[in-house]
């Protein structure tokens, strides 16, 4: 027997998501209104960390920051679609397995392709 879902049915959703964005709205609205204006130099000026400005922002660095981020958050990712099958490893049976070597694979071609293109060399 299927169950039907009625429109009531979603008037809790409905409430907790017109709480949630009211709670927004108005937290917005309070800060601005309520809370203090005060422009100084100080809160104008660029922060890092407490660390003095020098030089400009600007300046040209290596893309290898950049692409060794990127390869972090592939592999990262990738190693999370481990988790549901090591759960599942006996349901999965054999067919399982093979999959998984599959998947283990790619990811050692991947990382033999990036190795290869010295991609992770600082130099």
Same mark, same amino acid.
């Given at each position: =027997?299927?169950?039907?879902? +009625?429109?009531?049915? !979603?008037? /809790?959703?409905?409430?907790? @998501? %017109? #709480?949630?964005?009211? !709670?927004? @709205? #108005?937290? +917005? ?8 204006? $005060? ?13 003095? @400005? @020098?030089?400009?922002? $600007?300046? /040209?660095?290596?893309?290898? &920051?950049?692409? #060794?981020?990127?390869? !972090? ?5 990738? #190693?999370?679609? =481990? &988790? /549901?099958w090591a759960v599942n490893f006996r349901d999965l049976g054999?067919?399982?397995? %093979?999959? =998984? !070597? %599959?998947? =283990? ?7 033999? &392709? %990036? ?6 060399d600082w130099n």
């Open positions: =027997m299927e169950t039907q879902s +009625l429109p009531s049915d !979603f008037l /809790p959703i409905i409430f907790q @998501v %017109i #709480v949630a964005l009211g !709670f927004v @709205v #108005v937290t +917005l609205f309070a800060t601005h209104f309520l809370g203090p204006a $005060r422009k100084t130099k100080d809160k104008l000026g660029t922060f890092e960390a407490g660390i003095k @400005v @020098v030089g400009n922002a $600007r300046q /040209p660095f290596s893309i290898k &920051y950049f692409l #060794v981020a990127i390869l !972090f958050v592939l592999f990262d990712v990738e #190693v999370i679609f =481990m &988790y /549901p054999w067919s399982g397995l %093979i999959e =998984m !070597f %599959i998947f =283990m694979a790619t990811l050692l071609l991947g990382f033999i &392709y %990036i190795l290869k293109k010295k991609a992770l």
